[in-house]
């Protein structure tokens, strides 16, 4: 066969269920396959023939199937890849016939050998075709490269060097030093690194060398041997502070006490970071990390307060107040307390430590709970009282807690029923309004309703405004001929006559119409109108003043209403629902 393809690799994601994966490349043998399976973790194992996988397709030029044992799981990756032998198995006898099938055989594996190469270099670090490496060998052995890294040299060329740069000791003049070399400075204790190959000359400190340009400075242990000298000064002045403000405090020498301790403390610390300090001479790294540490922490002495390179704990000793300061995150503020003038036992708190006690001698004769309860540090805003809430009542110059509950209950008691309670209102009606609907009854609370009409106006003239009851809720509103009667049928509670309204009338009809205990299901339910209204095409005001009654569903209590017009809608206007609170 011809070789037409140079695909000789596959991958798939594994899903928990999927177990045949189609390769579609030849092989001569199923050992030429090698199958891996990544993890999510990045983990390769190689899987290994019959044990975890079989394969078909074997000498077929468009492949054929691996058939895992089991499923790859989700978040694996399965790759197969052709691994064709280095070996040359065609043996081709003198005169014997051509034999021009094996020999297209061999011609296919060693096309296979060059692709697997070429899979393998093609996933390998190489230079463009345009760079120039002389040399890529290097002769350091295993054990000096251990934990080094590959680098470039001066030239470009690969070597071996340590991840920093190459250590060469004590600076001395005369000497060849190559860029990334370190050398220790031994009249500072500095650390630099070579930045410019060159020959060293002249003397220590490098920082004034005629090639200090040559240098970088990657570890200041002078700065840092100065600071621990004055942090330790600092520190030891202000173990006096804390002392002092022992002394002054009777009630408060406890906190002073700690003061003195934590002083005490930054004392220690400073002679561990003088320490440091004397160690970075061997290991100026470890030097200034520690005593970066505490100088972050420490501001030593000043006479105000620091304003830069802040955090929360951070301190310093105040030389105009003698005092030492800590600083809580947005201020700096007193770390030993000051007892003059502060309320303590000699200024009339007899006993601190009892709450009971200390109101009692502030002339408080409520409990420290009883003053809890009064809370005015957090608003109600619009969250609706409920009944379970807490009131305070003056019971007789006794503040004392209550529930509204129970305030209702005395209300109720004492002002007794009869009153009228504001239910809902249409709100100003926009024009082409249908009708306007109530469904507010509540007979445990209500014996009956009033309704107030404020200028309805109808979109057309010569129209009637009916109301019409519901006894479902609002489901479905009555207007059966005959269910409402006064002198004659009705199809609803009539609260105007004829009127105006399409030529420009803007009065409508006003008034009011009262629902006599609705609630009711025996008898007829009666219906009290009391309203004015304009009539059309004339500036006359007539009226309605009767009673009305609804005769149907007797045994069922009216829930609802609504007013409509007899034909046409609403052009303007408002209604008002209240309830007459039972007696």
Same mark, same amino acid.
């Given at each position: 066969?011809?070789?037409?393809?140079?695909?000789?690799?596959? =991958?798939?994601?594994?899903?928990?269920?999927?177990?045949?994966?189609?390769?579609?490349?030849?092989?001569?043998?199923?050992?030429?396959?090698?199958?891996?399976?990544?993890?999510?973790?990045?983990?390769?194992?190689?899987?290994?023939?019959?044990?975890?996988?079989?394969?078909?397709?074997?000498?077929?030029? #468009?492949?054929?199937?691996?058939?895992?044992?089991?499923? +790859?799981?989700?978040?694996?990756?399965?790759?197969?890849? %052709?691994?064709?032998?280095?070996?040359?198995?065609?043996?081709?006898?003198?005169?014997?016939?051509? +034999?021009?099938?094996?020999?297209?055989?061999?011609?296919?594996?060693?096309?296979? &050998?060059?692709?697997?190469?070429?899979?393998?270099?093609?996933?390998?670090?190489?230079?463009?075709?345009?760079?120039?490496?002389?040399?890529?060998?290097?002769?350091? #052995? @295993?054990?000096?490269?251990?934990?080094?890294?590959?680098?470039?040299?001066?030239?470009?060329?690969?070597?071996?060097?340590?991840?920093?740069?190459?250590?060469?000791?004590?600076?001395?003049?005369?000497?060849?030093?190559?860029?990334?070399? *370190?050398?220790?400075?031994?009249?500072?204790?500095?650390?630099?690194?070579?930045?410019?190959?060159?020959?060293?000359?002249?003397? =220590?400190?490098?920082?004034?060398?005629?090639?200090?340009?040559?240098?970088?400075?990657?570890?200041?242990?002078?700065?840092?041997?100065?600071?621990?000298?004055?942090?330790?000064? #600092?520190?030891?002045?202000?173990?006096?502070?804390?002392?002092?403000?022992?002394?002054? @405090?009777?009630?408060?020498?406890?906190?002073?006490?700690?003061? @003195?301790?934590?002083?005490?403390?930054?004392?220690?610390?400073?002679?561990?970071?003088?320490?440091?300090?004397?160690?970075? !001479?061997?290991?100026?790294?470890?030097?200034?990390?520690?005593?970066?540490?505490? =100088?972050?922490?420490?501001?030593?002495?000043?006479?105000?307060?620091?304003?830069?390179?802040?955090?929360?704990?951070?301190?310093?000793?105040?030389?105009?107040?003698?005092? *030492?300061?800590?600083?809580?995150?947005?201020?700096?503020?007193?770390?030993?307390?000051?007892?003059?003038?502060?309320?303590?036992?000699?200024?009339?708190?007899?006993?601190?430590?009892?709450? /009971?006690?200390? *109101?009692?001698?502030?002339?408080?004769?409520?409990?420290?709970?009883?003053?809890?309860?009064?809370?005015?540090?957090?608003?109600?805003?619009?969250?609706?009282?409920?009944?379970?809430?807490?009131?305070?009542?003056?019971? @007789?110059?006794?503040?004392?807690?209550?529930?509204?509950?129970?305030?209702?209950?005395?209300?109720?008691?004492?002002?007794?029923?009869?009153?009228?309670?504001?239910?809902?209102?249409?709100?100003?009606?926009?024009?082409?309004?249908?009708?306007?609907?109530?469904?507010?009854?509540?007979?445990?609370?209500?014996?009956?309703?009033?309704?107030?009409?404020?200028?309805?106006?109808? /979109?057309?003239?010569?129209?009637?405004?009916?109301?019409?009851?519901?006894?479902?809720?609002?489901?479905?509103?009555?207007?059966?001929?005959?269910?409402?009667?006064?002198?004659?049928?009705?199809?609803?509670?009539?609260?105007?006559?004829?009127?105006?309204?399409?030529?420009?009338?803007?009065?409508?009809?006003?008034?009011? &119409?009262? !629902?006599?205990?609705?609630?009711?299901?025996?008898?007829? %339910?009666?219906?009290?109108?009391?309203?004015?209204?304009?009539?059309?095409?004339?500036?006359?005001?007539?009226?309605?003043?009767?009673? =009305?009654?609804?005769?149907?569903?007797?045994?069922?209590?009216?829930?609802?209403?609504?007013?409509? &017009?007899? #034909?046409?809608?609403?052009?303007?206007?408002?209604?008002? &629902?209240?309830?007459?609170?039972?007696?």
């Amino acid at each position: 066969m011809t070789v037409t393809s140079t695909n000789q690799k596959v =991958q798939f994601n594994g899903n928990g269920s999927t177990t045949v994966f189609a390769y579609n490349f030849k092989i001569f043998a199923s050992s030429d396959l090698s199958v891996i399976l990544r993890s999510a973790a990045g983990t390769e194992t190689v899987q290994q023939l019959t044990t975890n996988y079989t394969v078909s397709g074997v000498g077929e030029a #468009s492949g054929g199937n691996v058939t895992m044992g089991t499923a +790859p799981a989700s978040g694996t990756t399965l790759t197969i890849l %052709r691994v064709q032998p280095n070996l040359q198995g065609l043996d081709l006898v003198p005169n014997d016939p051509f +034999p021009a099938g094996s020999m297209e055989d061999a011609l296919d594996k060693l096309t296979f &050998m060059v692709q697997t190469h070429d899979e393998e270099i093609g996933r390998s670090i190489k230079a463009s075709k345009t760079n120039v490496i002389a040399d890529s060998e290097f002769t350091v #052995s @295993a054990t000096d490269r251990a934990n080094k890294l590959f680098s470039f040299d001066s030239s470009g060329n690969l070597s071996i060097a340590q991840e920093l740069g190459t250590y060469k000791g004590n600076w001395a003049a005369s000497t060849t030093y190559a860029v990334r070399d *370190l050398v220790k400075d031994t009249s500072t204790g500095n650390i630099f690194i070579c930045i410019t190959a060159h020959t060293s000359s002249g003397s =220590q400190p490098l920082t004034t060398n005629t090639d200090s340009a040559k240098w970088s400075l990657i570890v200041d242990a002078a700065s840092a041997t100065t600071s621990q000298t004055a942090a330790a000064t #600092s520190a030891t002045a202000a173990a006096s502070s804390a002392t002092a403000s022992a002394s002054s @405090a009777s009630s408060s020498s406890t906190k002073a006490d700690e003061a @003195a301790a934590s002083a005490s403390t930054a004392s220690t610390k400073a002679g561990e970071a003088a320490s440091s300090a004397t160690a970075s !001479a061997s290991s100026a790294t470890s030097a200034a990390s520690s005593l970066s540490t505490f =100088q972050s922490q420490y501001h030593g002495a000043a006479s105000s307060d620091p304003s830069s390179n802040l955090s929360t704990g951070d301190l310093y000793f105040n030389t105009s107040s003698n005092s *030492l300061k800590v600083y809580n995150g947005s201020a700096w503020v007193a770390a030993a307390f000051d007892t003059s003038g502060a309320l303590i036992n000699t200024n009339n708190l007899s006993d601190v430590s009892s709450a /009971a006690t200390a *109101l009692t001698n502030l002339g408080v004769n409520a409990t420290a709970a009883e003053i809890n309860l009064i809370d005015g540090g957090t608003a109600r805003g619009t969250t609706a009282i409920a009944d379970g809430d807490g009131l305070l009542v003056n019971d @007789a110059g006794t503040m004392r807690m209550t529930t509204v509950q129970t305030v209702k209950t005395y209300m109720t008691a004492g002002v007794g029923g009869g009153g009228t309670e504001f239910i809902a209102s249409s709100g100003a009606i926009s024009d082409g309004t249908a009708s306007v609907a109530f469904t507010g009854f509540d007979a445990s609370k209500y014996d009956s309703y009033k309704f107030y009409f404020l200028n309805v106006v109808p /979109a057309t003239d010569n129209v009637t405004l009916f109301g019409r009851v519901s006894v479902n809720g609002g489901g479905a509103y009555d207007s059966t001929n005959g269910n409402y009667r006064t002198t004659g049928n009705q199809t609803g509670i009539s609260i105007s006559n004829a009127m105006g309204g399409a030529s420009g009338d803007t009065t409508g009809v006003s008034g009011e &119409m009262t !629902a006599l205990n609705p609630a009711s299901t025996t008898g007829y %339910r009666i219906f009290t109108v009391l309203t004015g209204y304009e009539t059309p095409t004339t500036t006359n005001i007539d009226d309605v003043g009767d009673a =009305q009654g609804y005769i149907a569903n007797e045994g069922t209590a009216i829930n609802a209403i609504k007013f409509e &017009m007899d #034909s046409g809608n609403i052009e303007s206007g408002e209604v008002v &629902m209240y309830g007459i609170k039972n007696a």
